[in-house]
């Protein structure tokens, strides 16, 4: 399934992963915007990654940062277009005829491994695309929106995941979404809301 993301993930001082909703396409904001007077620029996320390469880097640092544009939205896999669709998308395959039955769910055929939910997803972005890649000193922005911005305090709240990427946090925004903070269960993520975040 796609990942975006900027080359310079392995060399940049700050790393921005941008979670967006299970319901729409990678990079996609609203559809509706995009079709209307906002266009792509608004509805996607074209104008906040180029916003965050324009960045300057701090005066210390080698460069701006890098941009990781996860996936939670594409996790159906559509064998015959060898491709992975948003939920919308997968209602919108060409069928044999107008009587077709449609296309049925068949966990052997349409779960991608590794992405069978949006939590599971976002594990995999950490496991494998910002752990093995990221610099040992690089720090990291979380920017989750909708229902993403419920996948990522349920990630952070892990003692194993907060153990690993706790002390690389440096800032998290989350927009919409409900995490209640009796939930919290891991002091340090805790802490780092408290007073970090807010």
């Known amino acids: 399934m796609p990942v975006l993301a900027t080359p310079s993930v392995a060399t940049a001082p700050r790393v921005v992963l941008f979670v967006g909703e299970a319901?729409?396409?990678?990079?996609?904001?609203?559809?509706?915007?995009?079709?209307?007077?906002?266009?792509?620029?608004?509805?996607?996320?074209?104008?906040?990654?180029?916003?965050?390469?324009?960045?300057?880097?701090?005066?210390?640092?080698?460069?701006?940062?890098?941009?990781?544009?996860?996936?939670?939205?594409?996790?159906?896999?559509?064998?015959?277009?060898?491709?992975?669709?948003?939920?919308?998308?997968?209602?919108?395959?060409p069928l044999p005829s107008a009587v077709s039955q449609g296309v049925w769910f068949d966990p052997a055929r349409n779960v991608i491994p590794g992405a069978e939910s949006p939590d599971a997803h976002l594990r995999e972005v950490f496991a494998k695309v910002l752990g093995p890649r990221m610099p040992a000193d690089a720090k990291l922005t979380v920017i989750a929106v909708g229902d993403g911005a419920e996948s990522v305090p349920r990630f952070l709240n892990d003692e194993a995941n907060w153990a690993r990427w706790g002390n690389r946090m440096q800032s998290l925004a989350l927009v919409g979404g409900f995490f209640d903070r009796k939930e919290i269960k891991v002091e340090g993520f805790r802490t780092f809301l408290r007073e970090v975040s807010a």
């Open 23 to 93: 319901t729409q396409d990678l990079g996609v904001l609203a559809h509706r915007i995009i079709g209307g007077r906002g266009g792509v620029a608004r509805g996607s996320l074209v104008s906040v990654a180029t916003e965050v390469l324009a960045q300057r880097a701090a005066p210390d640092a080698h460069g701006p940062p890098a941009l990781v544009l996860a996936n939670p939205g594409q996790l159906f896999w559509w064998p015959d277009g060898r491709r992975a669709l948003s939920p919308a998308a997968r209602h919108g395959v």
